[in-house]
């Protein structure tokens, strides 16, 4: 199936600083999504975007929802020990709706060093 | 806390024998859950849309013979992968669409892992 790529595939930071990484699609998705998953588990929610041009924070984390509606950005800010895990974004077609399916980013690896 | 659990967390089972992962959403009613394989270093594949009450809806190439879902409650979907072989060891992640400010966003449980022999 599709898959939204993202960039870079792998980051190697030291603690303290900050992270870009960003998902690019050949078609339009009306919702973006970023998720964190840590070895041996299932995937975090950390930002759902709804509208193009969106900027939402959650602590540290701050996400953009591409104007053009193909894109989305996820940055980190001051990375800390705990950051390290698999980023991935995820786009979905529809804005909502309990049935509407998720497509997934290639995801970045993200590791940091004290 | 968790919203959405998965047991068993992990599993290995012989070749040839069936197994059975369940979903189980918490504190909420999904009538739609998801299921995804994961293999090692790789992003996320929806397998199949788990309905309760009504079949489930598979994705291009997966076979639905191979891989039963029942959603036979709004809390419960499972994923009994029949006649396993080695190439389905994988990571098996359920997911289900919980209300948010805006709109349904899909939680996911833990994952179960599944090693055939």
Redesign the interface.
Known sequence: ?Q?LNQSPQSMFIQEGEDVSMNCTSSSIFN?W?W?KQEP??????LI?L?KAGELTSNGRLTAQFGITRKDSFLNISASIPSDVGIY?CAGRKF????????T????TRLQVTL | GAV?S?HPSWVICKSGTSVKIECRSLDFQ???M?WYRQFPK?????MA?S?EGSKATY??GVEKDKFLINHASLTLSTLTVTSAHPEDSSFY?C?A?RR?A??????????T?LTVT
Do not use: D
Request: no cysteine; hydrophobic share 30%.
């Open positions: 199936g898959q919702t999504l998720y041996g588990e299932g995937p975090v929610l759902a709804y991935f804005l909502t709706g309990t049935a509407s399916k998720l997934f980013g290639t995801g | 959405v998965q999904a009538t739609t998801f790789q992003s996320l594949m929806l849309t309905n994705e291009q992640i997911s669409p948010l805006e709109g349904y966003e899909q939680y996911f449980g833990p994952g892992r």
